[in-house]
């Protein structure tokens, strides 16, 4: 009930239109049973070979009705999904709205396929609840009462038969395949979710499940999951087959008794017998307005389901939160203190799990640079994590200009760093919108730097159509290198106080890794920058080296003097040195 309460709420602000398209679809099915009605006493009437000029209004309103119906199902249907695809517009938007904030911490434990099918698939299905399951309703309300009306008009007791048939076929039939369907709803959303999320996995993986002889296995995954699918589907079709027999029949029945009671009352000359076909087709044709109410019933099945999915996911509360009265970031240093500073950071991912980082102090001045390393699995990509606020500290404090990262606002705490990283996203795109998603509104000459910086412009020149050539899903008409320096244009062009880069040679051959670091190496003169690697390469040209092991600083110096002391660093580099020579 809270869900379908607050699935309500949302169709407060078109409340003016739902109105406007309640009357146009209440129009059309009295239009349709009064022509149909009237068409039949105009036949009955004209048998009886009166004058002309009696039938005029008859046959006038029978035009009228014909013109009105078509009309008005015409202008319900555009007034209706109009205001469906306002709804499921908001809605996604509002949806994606509260996702941004839950990103990355809160969705870890999600697959990305669920919350592409929440986000989309969820969402449309909410559009059943306006069109199937609303709307129908309250149009079904007023042409019970408006066919009570007109019954009663010939006959009491022909009004309150009218009405039964009606409540039986448009209460107890619904609540018959309600009870039914019960669950069919939040099984077929549910089925159907983990196939999408199977799907988006298969496809992204595909490449690895040739390789690995697993395709056969995945395809045997996705055909159990279909063949759930279509039994749910099935279930649900025979449901909807049941529901419409028994509308048919209670609609005949419903004739057989409306003639059996108004014939003899034709005979004791209570109504007149040019009214009797009249009375048979309202009857027939008011059932129209009762057809929708038992597929309603499945729709709303679904639509609530599909709700709690969105709702249960927009209603997380983010981990890492704004404060009410944020500090404004400053342009620049205030005074010769740090940019970035971690003082005795503690972090877990999970409440009350094992800590990644413990104890972790450093500080990161104006135009230092920094290299963390360490094995995988050490914590360096979390202190990168960190200081852009995708995950705030657990214990300790980490500060930016001098002041808790977290006093500043999301957007701006983020907006002091340029992050590159081993796996940064390249969009089937241009290669020109992957650079500006740094700065839409960078100028033509910026980007040109940007790129030459990078060391890209060789590249560009060898594509088609230069900046303006597409680059497929994850950049895959480039190479390794190639995305590398692309994602680095992209830092480069933000042009950010602190430039963070997160293993960005991990998947490099040496001499790609050798160029790509020499590029880095001029690029960096003059800027705060941070560094993880566990690729001991080139270290001597930084101010600083921290060496992590377990999440704690184990060592901290410059190239020289860590290689001669006995420690992690030094173990790092001979075994590194072993590899090359061994290559």
Known sequence: MKTFLRLLSYLLPFSGLIVVAIFLGSVMIASNVLLLALAAYVISAAALQPLL???????YMVRFMGVSRAVSRYAER????????RLLAQLRTKVYARLEPLVPANLLGYRSGDILTRLVADVDELQNFYLRSVSPFVVAIVLGGLTYALFALFSPLLGW???SFYLVAGVGIPLLTGLLSRGLGRRQISVRADLNALVVDSIQGIQDLLAFGGASAQLGKLTGLDQQLSQVQKRMANITGLQQALNVLLMNLGLWTI?????????????????LAFLALVILASFEA????AQAFQTLGHSLAAGERIFALTDEAPLVLERADPLV???????????????QVHFAYE??????????SFAVHGGQRIAIVGPSGSGKSTLVNLAVRFWDVSWGTLRLYGEDIRNYPLQEARAASSVMSQDTYIFNNTVCNNILLARPDASEQELEQAVIQAGLAAVVSQLPEGLDTWIGEQGLRLSGGERQRLALARALLKDAPLLLLDEPTANLDPLTERAFLDTLDELMHGRTAIMITHRLVA???FDEILVVEQGEIRQRGVHTQLAREDGLYRRMLEQQNDLLLLV
Not at 78 to 85: A, E, R
Not at 290 to 293: E, T
Not at 352 to 360: D, N, P
């Open 329 to 343: 970031l400053p342009g620049k240093l205030a005074s010769e203190g740090p940019l970035l500073e971690f003082e």
């Open 161 to 163: 038969i009218a009405l």
């Open 53 to 59: 000029l009696t039938l005029t209004l008859p046959i």
């Open 351 to 360: 409440a009350g799990g094992s800590e990644v980082l413990k104890g972790i």
């Open 78 to 85: 555009l007034v209706s999904h109009d205001i469906t695809f």
């Open 539 to 541: 270290m001597e040209h």
């Open 290 to 293: 009762l057809q929708p109410i």
């Open 259 to 275: 003639l059996l009671v108004a014939i003899p009352l034709i005979g004791a000359q209570s109504i007149s017998g040019v009214y």
